[in-house]
């Protein structure tokens, strides 16, 4: 039988396989003693070797570090930032922490780990902390000095010699604002002093391309511009195409110009053309009667229109207007083509009340008077809107708007002081005070007509020349009284006044519409005064009935 190997060639064996072993964890604790509290060999920080550094010099070096700026440059450029402007924060203590832990994976027992921790290199990240919001505000600044704008090149016409003189391109820049902050992360981290800041070139034209720009211009100022379309032709000589040829680069490649606009310019001078061509549409003119029939009461009241003889005196007629916008991309399409004629793009303007509706105007469909004292300063107030409103005519489907209609009362338009409710209930004297009651006239005519309306305020005070529940303050231009003409045919206001009242009368034709006002009674208002709901009741020509109401609030006046 074979033998095994003899004791002592057993022992010797091994000793040589563990020889190497001992070797290296010696080596390891010889170097773990002699490196105690040291970075091992082969340690870097920021790309430094930190090999044998002490707890004491790694946080000197790490305090240098940390306020060390760094020099951003770029096209001649440059800039100095620091790691605090650019909201970049190292922790030291954790740093040198991290750096004497390198290498050291655990007690002896981790004799293949630490071995290679001890010859091994490696790169230690600092631990820090980076505002988000500070490098990227640093990022801007920084782009803000290095960026340049691309000047696709420009020409200059003489005015006076019509010489077109041409100004060379220059090529812009972009800084690539996610790389540069990157960069400067990095640096600041490394401690790098310097370094060149990331941009994107943008393309422009050559200097021959420009020059072919300024040649196209040169050929097209030998030519009028005619431009038709709107009556007799208009013709733009040199000084004025002088004023709006520009040099033109594309929105999506500067490097491509040619013979354009300057679209301000263009704009201003279509606006001239148009404010002496435009003609606008003619409205027809109509003769009523200023009053037909008076309407006054304050409680249940029932209104029915009645025939009326309404003519037409004056027929409308279409007008034209020249479209702005259009006419401009016309006028620069000739330019850019190099034609010398234009077509200005004319829109029919027709009026708002065609002959044929006016003339089915025949009836008296609303109408109301209120009463005054004679010789008041209010009076000349009411009289003065009364005649501003006289002959107004609302298309179908159109809304009347009183403010809109008189504007603001002046004294420059004949109106005086007279007294109005003010803040707090109180009563004051005010330029066209007392036109409230034209106001709510015309609300009780529109009102009785069987019209919508749409915007209407009573009284805070309850006056008594008037409907209690059925009128309509007016102040300009916080308050309104608006109606909208909801009939197939156009409303034509008529007004009449006198030494003692006013009268407002609606012509149209409502299709027969019987309106009844019904009040009820007035409730005693909790620190008020009365309170009162009045249901209109609108009868239809084809027999449909509809109801609306509205509930007025009263507050008490001074005693």
């Known amino acids: 039988m074979p033998r095994g190997p003899k004791p002592q060639n057993w022992r010797r064996r091994s000793a040589v396989l563990l020889a190497p072993i001992l070797l290296v964890a010696l080596s390891v604790v010889m170097l773990r003693i002699v490196y105690t509290d040291r970075a091992l060999p082969g340690t870097h920080l920021a790309g430094v070797n930190v090999e044998g550094d002490s707890s004491a010099s790694l946080k000197e070096r790490m305090t240098r570090l940390k306020a060390s700026p760094v020099t951003v440059y770029a096209a001649g450029k ?19 922490d991290r750096v004497l832990d390198a290498g050291r994976d655990g007690p002896l027992f981790g004799l293949v780990k630490s071995a290679r921790g001890v010859f091994e290199s490696r790169e230690v990240a600092p631990a820090d902390r980076v505002d988000a919001a500070k490098i990227d505000a640093t990022s801007r600044r920084v782009a803000r000095l290095i960026n340049r704008e691309t000047f696709p090149g420009a020409i200059d016409i003489d005015p006076s010699t019509y010489e077109v003189n041409v100004q060379g391109p220059r090529k812009g820049r972009t800084v690539n604002r996610p790389a540069l902050k990157g960069q400067l992360v990095e640096a600041l981290r490394s401690g790098k002093e310097e370094f060149r800041v990331p941009f994107d070139p943008r393309p422009v034209a050559k200097v021959s391309a420009v020059r072919k720009v300024a040649d196209d211009a040169r050929a ?33 490649d500067r490097s491509k110009v040619r013979l354009g606009s300057d679209e301000p310019r263009l704009i201003e001078l279509v606006a001239g053309i148009a404010k002496a061509r435009d003609r606008p549409p ?14 006054d009461g304050k409680g249940a009241v029932t209104w029915r229109s009645r025939a009326a003889r309404v003519s037409v005196t004056r027929a409308g007629f279409s007008g034209r207007t020249i479209d702005r916008e259009e006419a401009v991309i016309a006028i620069a399409d000739a330019v850019r083509t190099g034609r010398h004629t234009a077509k200005l793009p004319v829109k029919l303007a027709k009026p708002k009340v065609t002959q044929k509706a006016a003339e089915k105007v025949d009836s008296l469909i609303g109408t109301f008077t209120t009463r005054y004292e004679s010789g008041q300063p209010r009076v000349t107030n009411i009289r003065r809107m009364a005649r501003t409103v006289d002959g107004t005519v609302i298309a179908p489907g159109a809304q009347f708007d ?23 209930n109180k009563i004051v004297p005010s330029i066209g005070g007392g036109v409230s009651q034209f106001s709510t006239t015309m609300y ?13 305020q009573p009284h805070s005070l309850y006056i008594s020349r008037y409907p209690p529940g059925r009128e309509a303050t007016l102040d300009f231009p916080s308050i309104d009284l608006k109606w909208t003409n909801d009939t197939d045919v156009p409303v034509v206001v ?5 030494s003692r009242s006013v009268t ?56």
């Open 78 to 96: 440059q800039l100095r930032i620091t790691p605090v402007d650019a909201g970049y924060e190292q922790d030291v203590e954790a740093t040198v």
């Open 220 to 252: 097209f100022l030998q030519q009028d511009l005619v431009i038709t379309g709107a009556g007799e032709p208009i013709v733009w000589g040199k000084e004025t195409l002088a004023s709006f040829l520009r040099l033109r680069s594309s929105t999506k």
């Open 282 to 295: 003619r409205e027809p003119s109509f003769a009523a009667p200023s009053k037909l029939a008076t309407l």
């Open 402 to 424: 009183l403010n809109a209609v008189v504007g603001e009362r002046t004294s420059a338009k004949g109106y005086v002081k007279a007294p109005f409710i003010g803040d707090g």
């Open 444 to 456: 009780n005519a529109a009102y009785f007509a069987g019209l919508r309306v749409d915007t209407h």
């Open 494 to 498: 008529r007004t009449f006044t006198d």
């Open 504 to 559: 407002v009368s609606l012509y149209g034709d409502n299709g027969g519409r019987t309106v009844t006002a019904k009040p009820g009674p007035r409730q005693p208002l909790a620190g008020g005064d009365f309170e009162i709901k009045v249901t209109r009741t609108v009868k239809y020509g084809d027999g449909r009935t509809a109801d609306d109401s509205f509930t007025s609030k009263y507050a008490k006046g001074d005693e």
